[in-house]
Protein backbone atom coordinates (compact mmCIF):
# COMPACT_ATOMS: atom_id res chain seq x y z
CA UNK A 1 0.00 0.00 0.00
CA UNK A 2 1.38 3.27 -1.01
CA UNK A 3 1.19 5.80 1.83
CA UNK A 4 0.76 9.74 1.20
CA UNK A 5 4.03 12.02 2.04
CA UNK A 6 2.11 15.72 3.04
CA UNK A 7 4.75 18.36 2.27
CA UNK A 8 5.27 20.28 5.50
CA UNK A 9 5.91 23.54 4.05
CA UNK A 10 3.15 22.76 1.97
CA UNK A 11 0.52 21.64 4.93
CA UNK A 12 1.61 24.77 6.88
CA UNK A 13 1.34 26.95 3.62
CA UNK A 14 -2.30 25.75 3.14
CA UNK A 15 -2.87 26.39 7.13
CA UNK A 16 -2.03 29.76 7.25
CA UNK A 17 -3.82 30.79 3.83
CA UNK A 18 -6.80 29.28 5.47
CA UNK A 19 -6.45 30.52 8.24
CA UNK A 20 -5.74 34.10 7.33
CA UNK A 21 -8.22 35.72 9.87
CA UNK A 22 -6.16 37.02 13.04
CA UNK A 23 -5.86 34.43 15.86
CA UNK A 24 -7.09 34.68 19.10
CA UNK A 25 -5.14 31.94 20.32
CA UNK A 26 -1.86 33.23 18.94
CA UNK A 27 -0.64 30.21 17.72
CA UNK A 28 -1.34 27.85 15.04
CA UNK A 29 -1.56 24.34 15.65
CA UNK A 30 1.43 22.53 16.03
CA UNK A 31 3.18 20.60 13.56
CA UNK A 32 5.43 17.57 14.29
CA UNK A 33 8.96 18.45 12.61
CA UNK A 34 10.25 15.08 12.66
CA UNK A 35 7.35 13.10 11.01
CA UNK A 36 8.63 10.09 10.09
CA UNK A 37 11.24 7.54 11.43
CA UNK A 38 15.03 8.43 10.80
CA UNK A 39 15.83 4.95 10.14
CA UNK A 40 13.12 4.58 7.47
CA UNK A 41 13.85 7.70 5.47
CA UNK A 42 14.44 7.65 1.98
CA UNK A 43 16.46 11.05 2.88
CA UNK A 44 20.17 11.33 3.33
CA UNK A 45 21.58 10.82 7.00
CA UNK A 46 24.24 14.07 7.41
CA UNK A 47 27.61 12.44 6.93
CA UNK A 48 29.26 13.52 9.98
CA UNK A 49 27.55 14.27 12.84
CA UNK A 50 30.25 16.85 14.03
CA UNK A 51 29.94 18.54 10.86
CA UNK A 52 28.94 21.75 11.67
CA UNK A 53 26.89 22.01 7.77
CA UNK A 54 24.61 19.68 9.00
CA UNK A 55 23.57 21.33 12.04
CA UNK A 56 21.37 23.90 12.14
CA UNK A 57 21.13 27.41 14.89
CA UNK A 58 17.68 27.86 16.21
CA UNK A 59 16.14 31.01 18.19
CA UNK A 60 13.05 30.69 19.78
CA UNK A 61 10.26 33.77 19.81
CA UNK A 62 10.53 35.59 22.60
CA UNK A 63 7.06 34.55 24.03
CA UNK A 64 8.45 30.69 24.04
CA UNK A 65 8.30 30.37 28.08
CA UNK A 66 7.71 26.39 28.25
CA UNK A 67 10.54 23.45 29.45
CA UNK A 68 12.69 22.67 26.40
CA UNK A 69 11.68 19.15 26.80
CA UNK A 70 8.05 20.11 26.08
CA UNK A 71 9.04 21.82 23.33
CA UNK A 72 10.97 19.35 21.56
CA UNK A 73 8.38 16.50 22.02
CA UNK A 74 6.29 18.58 20.54
CA UNK A 75 8.60 18.78 17.67
CA UNK A 76 7.96 15.26 17.67
CA UNK A 77 12.24 14.79 18.96
CA UNK A 78 11.89 12.49 21.88
CA UNK A 79 14.39 13.99 24.10
CA UNK A 80 16.47 12.63 27.48
CA UNK A 81 18.67 15.23 28.73
CA UNK A 82 22.48 14.36 29.15
CA UNK A 83 25.14 15.50 31.68
CA UNK A 84 28.35 16.79 30.66
CA UNK A 85 28.59 16.28 27.06
CA UNK A 86 31.77 17.10 25.90
CA UNK A 87 30.83 19.34 23.31
CA UNK A 88 28.52 21.22 25.42
CA UNK A 89 28.46 24.72 26.57
CA UNK A 90 28.84 25.49 29.92
CA UNK A 91 28.85 29.00 31.53
CA UNK A 92 31.33 29.08 34.75
CA UNK A 93 29.57 31.91 36.42
CA UNK A 94 26.34 31.44 37.99
CA UNK A 95 23.56 32.32 35.57
CA UNK A 96 22.36 28.72 34.45
CA UNK A 97 19.22 29.02 36.58
CA UNK A 98 16.84 29.25 34.13
CA UNK A 99 18.35 25.34 32.64
CA UNK A 100 20.23 27.66 29.89
CA UNK A 101 22.75 25.53 28.90
CA UNK A 102 21.30 21.73 28.63
CA UNK A 103 22.56 19.19 26.31
CA UNK A 104 19.96 16.65 25.51
CA UNK A 105 20.33 13.34 23.31
CA UNK A 106 18.00 12.25 19.90
CA UNK A 107 17.31 8.06 19.24
CA UNK A 108 19.63 8.71 16.53
CA UNK A 109 22.50 9.28 18.37
CA UNK A 110 23.19 13.26 17.96
CA UNK A 111 22.17 16.18 20.46
CA UNK A 112 20.73 19.26 20.90
CA UNK A 113 22.39 21.67 22.73
CA UNK A 114 20.35 24.56 24.25
CA UNK A 115 21.94 27.78 25.10
CA UNK A 116 21.64 31.72 25.52
CA UNK A 117 19.76 33.67 28.72
CA UNK A 118 18.99 37.18 27.30
CA UNK A 119 17.03 34.68 24.65
CA UNK A 120 17.07 31.02 24.29
CA UNK A 121 18.62 29.18 21.30
CA UNK A 122 19.48 25.72 20.52
CA UNK A 123 21.55 23.91 18.08
CA UNK A 124 20.92 20.69 16.36
CA UNK A 125 21.59 18.32 13.66
CA UNK A 126 18.58 18.02 11.13
CA UNK A 127 17.37 17.31 7.62
CA UNK A 128 17.12 20.03 5.48
CA UNK A 129 13.38 19.16 5.28
CA UNK A 130 13.01 19.07 8.83
CA UNK A 131 14.37 22.49 9.42
CA UNK A 132 12.52 23.67 6.79
CA UNK A 133 9.20 22.47 9.03
CA UNK A 134 10.54 23.58 11.62
CA UNK A 135 11.64 27.31 10.49
CA UNK A 136 7.66 27.98 9.37
CA UNK A 137 6.67 27.08 13.46
CA UNK A 138 5.22 29.97 15.33
CA UNK A 139 7.91 29.39 18.18
CA UNK A 140 10.39 29.69 16.11
CA UNK A 141 12.32 33.73 15.52
CA UNK A 142 15.21 32.69 13.67
CA UNK A 143 16.67 29.29 12.12
CA UNK A 144 19.63 29.33 10.35
CA UNK A 145 22.50 26.71 9.19
CA UNK A 146 25.31 26.52 11.45
CA UNK A 147 28.47 26.65 9.53
CA UNK A 148 32.27 26.69 10.06
CA UNK A 149 34.62 29.45 11.35
CA UNK A 150 38.15 30.14 12.02
CA UNK A 151 39.85 33.11 13.13
CA UNK A 152 41.71 36.33 11.46
CA UNK A 153 44.96 34.43 12.37
CA UNK A 154 47.41 34.04 9.21
CA UNK A 155 48.18 30.42 9.06
CA UNK A 156 51.08 30.23 6.62
CA UNK A 157 54.45 30.61 7.97
CA UNK A 158 52.95 32.29 10.87
CA UNK A 159 52.60 30.51 13.42
CA UNK A 160 56.14 31.23 15.19
CA UNK A 161 57.45 33.15 12.99
CA UNK A 162 60.47 33.60 15.99
CA UNK A 163 59.81 32.41 19.51
CA UNK A 164 61.06 35.07 21.76
CA UNK A 165 63.25 34.28 24.25
CA UNK A 166 61.88 35.07 27.67
CA UNK A 167 64.27 37.49 28.83
CA UNK A 168 64.28 40.33 31.14
CA UNK A 169 62.65 43.09 29.71
CA UNK A 170 62.99 46.86 31.22
CA UNK A 171 59.51 47.48 32.42
CA UNK A 172 59.68 50.33 34.52
CA UNK A 173 56.77 52.78 33.91
CA UNK A 174 58.63 56.04 34.14
CA UNK A 175 56.39 58.89 34.21
CA UNK A 176 57.00 60.95 30.94
CA UNK A 177 56.57 64.64 33.17
CA UNK A 178 56.55 65.82 28.98
CA UNK A 179 54.09 64.26 27.96
CA UNK A 180 51.49 64.39 30.70
CA UNK A 181 50.90 68.66 30.57
CA UNK A 182 49.48 67.58 27.29
CA UNK A 183 47.32 64.63 28.55
CA UNK A 184 44.16 64.38 29.11
CA UNK A 185 43.08 63.23 33.02
CA UNK A 186 45.86 60.94 34.33
CA UNK A 187 49.42 60.36 34.41
CA UNK A 188 51.33 59.26 30.95
CA UNK A 189 53.69 56.98 31.20
CA UNK A 190 56.08 55.32 29.07
CA UNK A 191 57.14 51.37 28.99
CA UNK A 192 60.60 50.87 27.75
CA UNK A 193 60.83 47.43 25.97
CA UNK A 194 57.38 47.28 24.16
CA UNK A 195 56.76 45.33 20.97
CA UNK A 196 56.42 47.47 18.34
CA UNK A 197 52.77 47.45 17.47
CA UNK A 198 52.50 49.38 21.34
CA UNK A 199 54.86 52.33 19.96
CA UNK A 200 52.98 52.59 16.45
CA UNK A 201 49.71 53.27 18.27
CA UNK A 202 51.05 55.81 20.28
CA UNK A 203 52.92 57.80 17.65
CA UNK A 204 52.26 60.16 15.26
CA UNK A 205 54.32 58.21 12.56
CA UNK A 206 55.05 55.01 11.17
CA UNK A 207 57.64 53.50 13.60
CA UNK A 208 61.16 54.14 12.43
CA UNK A 209 63.26 50.30 13.02
CA UNK A 210 66.60 52.11 13.63
CA UNK A 211 68.44 48.65 13.62
CA UNK A 212 65.53 47.56 16.04
CA UNK A 213 63.91 44.01 15.03
CA UNK A 214 60.61 44.18 14.42
CA UNK A 215 60.01 40.98 16.88
CA UNK A 216 62.55 42.61 19.93
CA UNK A 217 61.00 44.21 22.48
CA UNK A 218 63.26 47.17 22.02
CA UNK A 219 59.88 50.01 21.14
CA UNK A 220 58.52 52.34 23.57
CA UNK A 221 54.40 52.89 24.51
CA UNK A 222 53.46 55.70 26.00
CA UNK A 223 49.95 55.57 27.77
CA UNK A 224 47.95 56.21 30.89
CA UNK A 225 49.10 54.82 33.63
CA UNK A 226 45.70 53.73 34.98
CA UNK A 227 44.76 52.28 31.28
CA UNK A 228 41.55 50.78 31.00
CA UNK A 229 41.59 50.00 34.92
CA UNK A 230 38.25 48.22 35.78
CA UNK A 231 36.92 47.87 32.18
CA UNK A 232 35.35 44.17 31.03
CA UNK A 233 36.80 42.79 27.94
CA UNK A 234 35.15 39.44 26.74
CA UNK A 235 37.83 37.88 24.35
CA UNK A 236 35.84 35.41 21.93
CA UNK A 237 38.47 33.21 21.12
CA UNK A 238 40.06 29.72 22.20
CA UNK A 239 40.50 30.56 25.82
CA UNK A 240 42.93 32.55 27.59
CA UNK A 241 46.40 31.08 29.75
CA UNK A 242 44.97 32.67 33.44
CA UNK A 243 47.89 31.51 34.70
CA UNK A 244 50.50 33.65 32.81
CA UNK A 245 52.40 35.76 34.78
CA UNK A 246 51.67 39.20 32.20
CA UNK A 247 47.58 38.72 33.20
CA UNK A 248 48.65 39.75 36.87
CA UNK A 249 45.65 37.84 38.11
CA UNK A 250 43.05 39.86 35.88
CA UNK A 251 42.43 36.88 33.73
CA UNK A 252 39.16 34.59 34.16
CA UNK A 253 37.51 32.67 31.83
CA UNK A 254 33.73 32.92 31.72
CA UNK A 255 32.50 30.58 29.21
CA UNK A 256 33.10 26.94 26.90
CA UNK A 257 31.72 25.66 24.25
CA UNK A 258 33.72 22.54 24.83
CA UNK A 259 31.97 20.72 27.50
CA UNK A 260 34.18 21.64 30.73
CA UNK A 261 37.11 22.75 28.53
CA UNK A 262 37.87 25.96 29.70
CA UNK A 263 41.73 26.21 28.54
CA UNK A 264 43.32 27.56 25.73
CA UNK A 265 44.68 24.52 24.14
CA UNK A 266 45.62 26.43 20.83
CA UNK A 267 47.40 29.91 21.72
CA UNK A 268 45.21 32.22 19.67
CA UNK A 269 42.77 33.42 22.23
CA UNK A 270 46.27 34.21 25.06
CA UNK A 271 48.25 35.98 22.81
CA UNK A 272 45.18 38.29 21.43
CA UNK A 273 44.01 38.67 25.16
CA UNK A 274 47.96 39.45 25.94
CA UNK A 275 47.53 42.47 23.12
CA UNK A 276 44.77 43.71 25.21
CA UNK A 277 45.76 44.02 28.49
CA UNK A 278 48.72 41.85 29.02
CA UNK A 279 51.11 44.08 31.30
CA UNK A 280 53.92 43.92 29.10
CA UNK A 281 52.40 43.14 25.39
CA UNK A 282 49.12 44.90 26.45
CA UNK A 283 47.64 48.21 25.34
CA UNK A 284 45.44 48.69 27.75
CA UNK A 285 47.33 47.19 31.38
CA UNK A 286 44.89 47.41 34.14
CA UNK A 287 41.25 45.91 31.94
CA UNK A 288 39.57 42.83 33.55
CA UNK A 289 39.86 40.06 30.53
CA UNK A 290 36.79 37.72 30.60
CA UNK A 291 37.68 34.44 28.29
CA UNK A 292 35.00 32.53 26.44
CA UNK A 293 36.25 29.95 24.57
CA UNK A 294 34.21 29.45 21.63
CA UNK A 295 37.89 27.86 19.50
CA UNK A 296 39.16 24.01 20.08
CA UNK A 297 42.58 22.77 20.32
CA UNK A 298 43.03 23.42 16.34
CA UNK A 299 41.65 26.84 16.60
CA UNK A 300 38.14 26.01 14.96
CA UNK A 301 34.69 26.50 15.66
CA UNK A 302 31.19 27.10 14.50
CA UNK A 303 28.81 29.52 14.34
CA UNK A 304 26.39 28.02 16.99
CA UNK A 305 28.86 28.30 19.72
CA UNK A 306 30.42 31.77 18.03
CA UNK A 307 26.77 32.81 18.84
CA UNK A 308 26.47 31.23 22.34
CA UNK A 309 29.78 32.91 23.27
CA UNK A 310 28.92 36.24 22.13
CA UNK A 311 25.50 35.66 23.99
CA UNK A 312 27.17 34.72 27.05
CA UNK A 313 29.44 38.21 26.91
CA UNK A 314 25.93 40.15 26.51
CA UNK A 315 24.62 38.31 29.49
CA UNK A 316 27.79 39.33 31.70
CA UNK A 317 27.61 42.73 30.56
CA UNK A 318 23.99 43.00 31.43
CA UNK A 319 24.65 41.49 34.86
CA UNK A 320 28.10 43.39 35.28
CA UNK A 321 26.18 46.42 34.53
CA UNK A 322 24.13 46.58 37.87
CA UNK A 323 27.24 46.20 40.02
CA UNK A 324 28.98 49.38 41.58
CA UNK A 325 32.70 48.67 40.48
CA UNK A 326 31.22 48.26 36.80
CA UNK A 327 32.66 50.68 33.90
CA UNK A 328 31.88 49.39 30.87
CA UNK A 329 32.17 46.40 28.49
CA UNK A 330 34.28 45.48 25.02
CA UNK A 331 33.87 42.52 23.12
CA UNK A 332 36.97 41.63 21.38
CA UNK A 333 36.38 38.84 18.26
CA UNK A 334 39.30 38.28 16.03
CA UNK A 335 36.85 35.85 14.36
CA UNK A 336 35.24 35.08 10.70
CA UNK A 337 33.70 32.73 8.57
CA UNK A 338 30.33 31.79 6.97
CA UNK A 339 27.82 34.48 5.18
CA UNK A 340 25.56 37.18 7.04
CA UNK A 341 24.39 35.25 9.86
CA UNK A 342 20.71 36.90 10.82
CA UNK A 343 21.31 35.63 14.63
CA UNK A 344 25.12 37.10 14.52
CA UNK A 345 23.71 40.39 13.59
CA UNK A 346 20.49 39.78 15.84
CA UNK A 347 23.18 39.91 19.08
CA UNK A 348 25.38 42.71 17.68
CA UNK A 349 22.23 45.08 17.69
CA UNK A 350 21.31 44.27 21.35
CA UNK A 351 24.79 44.72 22.07
CA UNK A 352 24.91 48.07 20.23
CA UNK A 353 21.36 48.82 22.19
CA UNK A 354 22.54 47.70 25.41
CA UNK A 355 25.75 49.86 25.37
CA UNK A 356 28.42 47.24 25.06
CA UNK A 357 31.27 48.24 22.36
CA UNK A 358 32.61 45.56 19.79
CA UNK A 359 35.50 44.96 18.04
CA UNK A 360 36.07 42.63 15.20
CA UNK A 361 39.26 41.74 12.78
CA UNK A 362 38.34 41.98 8.76
CA UNK A 363 39.82 38.76 8.27
CA UNK A 364 42.87 38.04 6.18
CA UNK A 365 42.11 36.78 2.48
CA UNK A 366 43.34 40.02 1.14
CA UNK A 367 39.71 40.83 -0.26
CA UNK A 368 36.62 42.86 0.36
CA UNK A 369 35.91 43.08 3.78
CA UNK A 370 32.40 43.82 2.90
CA UNK A 371 31.92 40.29 2.41
CA UNK A 372 33.58 38.76 5.51
CA UNK A 373 31.31 37.97 8.47
CA UNK A 374 30.53 39.19 11.28
CA UNK A 375 32.79 42.06 10.90
CA UNK A 376 31.31 42.96 7.10
CA UNK A 377 28.37 43.86 9.20
CA UNK A 378 30.44 47.54 9.93
CA UNK A 379 27.71 48.85 7.85
CA UNK A 380 24.55 47.85 9.95
CA UNK A 381 26.12 48.36 13.15
CA UNK A 382 28.31 50.15 15.19
CA UNK A 383 31.42 47.98 15.70
CA UNK A 384 34.78 48.29 14.87
CA UNK A 385 35.83 46.65 11.47
CA UNK A 386 39.79 46.79 12.08
CA UNK A 387 42.34 46.23 9.26
CA UNK A 388 45.94 45.12 9.59
CA UNK A 389 49.42 46.88 8.80
CA UNK A 390 52.88 46.24 8.84
CA UNK A 391 55.62 48.38 10.89
CA UNK A 392 55.99 50.77 6.94
CA UNK A 393 52.34 51.89 7.65
CA UNK A 394 51.45 49.54 4.30
CA UNK A 395 48.25 47.17 4.68
CA UNK A 396 49.20 43.98 6.10
CA UNK A 397 49.21 41.88 2.09
CA UNK A 398 46.75 39.56 3.94
CA UNK A 399 44.68 42.17 5.34
CA UNK A 400 41.03 42.39 3.50
CA UNK A 401 40.02 45.83 2.70
CA UNK A 402 37.62 48.40 1.41
CA UNK A 403 34.49 50.53 2.92
CA UNK A 404 33.48 47.93 5.63
CA UNK A 405 36.52 48.29 7.06
CA UNK A 406 36.81 51.53 9.35
CA UNK A 407 40.15 51.74 11.08
CA UNK A 408 43.59 50.28 10.68
CA UNK A 409 46.24 48.62 13.64
CA UNK A 410 49.70 46.75 13.49
CA UNK A 411 48.60 42.95 12.58
CA UNK A 412 52.14 41.93 11.36
CA UNK A 413 54.99 40.27 13.60
CA UNK A 414 52.96 40.90 16.64
CA UNK A 415 54.48 39.93 20.26
CA UNK A 416 51.98 38.66 22.79
CA UNK A 417 51.39 36.19 25.57
CA UNK A 418 52.21 32.30 24.78
CA UNK A 419 49.63 29.98 26.06
CA UNK A 420 52.09 26.59 26.62
CA UNK A 421 53.71 28.08 29.66
CA UNK A 422 52.96 30.70 32.06
CA UNK A 423 56.25 33.18 30.99
CA UNK A 424 56.75 33.05 27.54
CA UNK A 425 55.77 35.21 24.69
CA UNK A 426 55.07 34.09 21.01
CA UNK A 427 54.92 35.95 17.62
CA UNK A 428 51.57 35.90 15.82
CA UNK A 429 50.18 37.72 12.50
CA UNK A 430 46.76 38.51 11.21
CA UNK A 431 44.16 40.70 11.63
CA UNK A 432 43.66 38.72 14.65
CA UNK A 433 46.57 40.64 16.21
CA UNK A 434 44.96 43.88 14.97
CA UNK A 435 41.08 43.67 16.24
CA UNK A 436 42.68 43.46 20.01
CA UNK A 437 44.81 46.61 19.86
CA UNK A 438 41.19 48.39 18.85
CA UNK A 439 39.65 46.69 21.92
CA UNK A 440 42.96 48.03 24.08
CA UNK A 441 42.27 51.70 22.83
CA UNK A 442 38.68 51.59 23.84
CA UNK A 443 38.96 50.39 27.11
CA UNK A 444 41.84 53.33 27.58
CA UNK A 445 39.04 55.57 26.16
CA UNK A 446 36.29 54.37 28.43
CA UNK A 447 37.84 55.66 31.36
CA UNK A 448 38.91 58.43 30.18
CA UNK A 449 35.37 59.53 28.53
CA UNK A 450 32.58 58.33 31.28
CA UNK A 451 29.63 59.57 28.85
CA UNK A 452 31.14 57.33 25.98
CA UNK A 453 30.72 54.45 28.15
CA UNK A 454 27.67 53.06 27.24
CA UNK A 455 27.34 54.55 23.83
CA UNK A 456 29.46 52.62 20.93
CA UNK A 457 28.66 55.22 18.25
CA UNK A 458 29.43 57.53 19.81
CA UNK A 459 33.02 56.07 20.83
CA UNK A 460 33.14 54.61 17.07
CA UNK A 461 33.44 58.26 15.80
CA UNK A 462 35.89 59.22 18.56
CA UNK A 463 38.58 56.81 18.19
CA UNK A 464 37.93 57.38 14.68
CA UNK A 465 39.12 60.80 14.75
CA UNK A 466 41.51 60.55 17.41
CA UNK A 467 43.32 58.07 15.02
CA UNK A 468 46.07 59.12 12.70
CA UNK A 469 45.16 59.84 8.80
CA UNK A 470 47.63 58.50 7.10
CA UNK A 471 48.29 56.65 3.54
CA UNK A 472 47.79 53.35 4.56
CA UNK A 473 49.38 51.72 1.14
CA UNK A 474 47.39 49.09 -0.48
CA UNK A 475 44.11 49.87 1.09
CA UNK A 476 41.14 50.59 -0.63
CA UNK A 477 39.72 51.59 3.02
CA UNK A 478 39.43 53.93 5.38
CA UNK A 479 42.85 55.85 5.78
CA UNK A 480 43.55 55.96 9.43
CA UNK A 481 45.75 54.40 12.11
CA UNK A 482 44.68 53.32 15.72
CA UNK A 483 45.96 55.93 17.95
CA UNK A 484 45.57 56.39 21.89
CA UNK A 485 46.34 59.73 22.01
CA UNK A 486 49.23 60.28 23.04
CA UNK A 487 50.88 61.74 20.37
CA UNK A 488 54.75 61.84 20.46
C1 LIG B 1 11.26 0.75 9.32
O1 LIG B 1 12.12 -0.18 8.67
C2 LIG B 1 12.27 -1.38 9.39
C3 LIG B 1 13.35 -2.19 8.69
O2 LIG B 1 13.24 -2.10 7.31
C4 LIG B 1 10.93 -2.10 9.47
O3 LIG B 1 11.07 -3.30 10.19
C5 LIG B 1 9.94 -1.18 10.18
O4 LIG B 1 8.65 -1.76 10.19
C6 LIG B 1 9.86 0.16 9.48
N1 LIG B 1 9.05 1.06 10.27
C7 LIG B 1 8.17 1.86 9.75
C8 LIG B 1 7.43 2.77 10.72
O5 LIG B 1 7.92 1.88 8.58
C1 LIG C 1 15.01 33.28 34.81
O1 LIG C 1 13.63 33.34 34.53
C2 LIG C 1 12.92 34.29 35.31
C3 LIG C 1 11.45 34.16 34.97
O2 LIG C 1 11.27 34.15 33.58
C4 LIG C 1 13.46 35.68 35.03
O3 LIG C 1 12.81 36.64 35.82
C5 LIG C 1 14.95 35.70 35.33
O4 LIG C 1 15.49 36.95 34.97
C6 LIG C 1 15.67 34.61 34.55
N1 LIG C 1 17.07 34.58 34.94
C7 LIG C 1 18.03 34.76 34.06
C8 LIG C 1 19.43 34.71 34.59
O5 LIG C 1 17.84 34.95 32.87
C1 LIG D 1 65.00 51.31 31.90
O1 LIG D 1 64.37 52.48 31.41
C2 LIG D 1 64.66 53.65 32.08
C3 LIG D 1 63.84 54.78 31.50
O2 LIG D 1 64.09 54.93 30.13
C4 LIG D 1 66.17 53.93 31.97
O3 LIG D 1 66.49 55.09 32.72
C5 LIG D 1 66.95 52.75 32.49
O4 LIG D 1 68.31 52.94 32.28
C6 LIG D 1 66.51 51.47 31.80
N1 LIG D 1 67.17 50.32 32.41
C7 LIG D 1 67.75 49.39 31.68
C8 LIG D 1 68.36 48.28 32.45
O5 LIG D 1 67.77 49.40 30.45
C1 LIG E 1 51.19 27.77 35.21
O1 LIG E 1 50.66 28.12 36.46
C2 LIG E 1 49.72 27.21 36.98
C3 LIG E 1 49.12 27.80 38.25
O2 LIG E 1 50.11 28.23 39.10
C4 LIG E 1 50.38 25.87 37.20
O3 LIG E 1 49.43 24.94 37.68
C5 LIG E 1 50.96 25.38 35.89
O4 LIG E 1 51.67 24.17 36.10
C6 LIG E 1 51.89 26.42 35.29
N1 LIG E 1 52.29 25.98 33.96
C7 LIG E 1 53.55 25.83 33.61
C8 LIG E 1 53.79 25.32 32.23
O5 LIG E 1 54.46 26.07 34.35
Known sequence: MKSIIISIPLLLAFLSSTLAAPLTNSRLPRVKVRARSLANSSLPVP?????????????????????????????????????D????????????ENHSFQTFGLEDGSHIQTFGTTMRAFTMQMF?????????????????????????LVEESSYE??????????????????LSKRQQQGQVVQQNGAPWNLERISETNAVALRGRGVTQLAFNYAADANGGTGVDVYMVDSGINVNHVEFGGRAKMIFTAF????????????????????RRYGVAKNVNLL??????????????GILAGMEAALASHLRRSKEQNFVGSVMSMSIGGGGPSQAQLNVLQRMAQAGMHVSISAMNDNRDACSAFPGGFSRQVPIFNVGATDPSDGKASFSNFGPCVNIHAPGTNIVSTNANDNQSSRVLQGTSMACPAVSGVIALEMVKNPNLRRDPRAMLQHIQSMAIRTNIRGANSAQIMLNNGVRR
Open 47 to 83: EDPNDPSAKYVVILADDEKRKWADIFDEMGFATNEVK
Open 85 to 96: HPQGFSAAEAHT
Open 128 to 152: QSEAESMRDLPNIAILEKDFPVATG
Open 161 to 178: INEVPDEPVNMTMVPASE
Open 259 to 278: GQNFRDDHFHGTHTAGTVGS
Open 291 to 304: GIKVLDSRNQGSGA
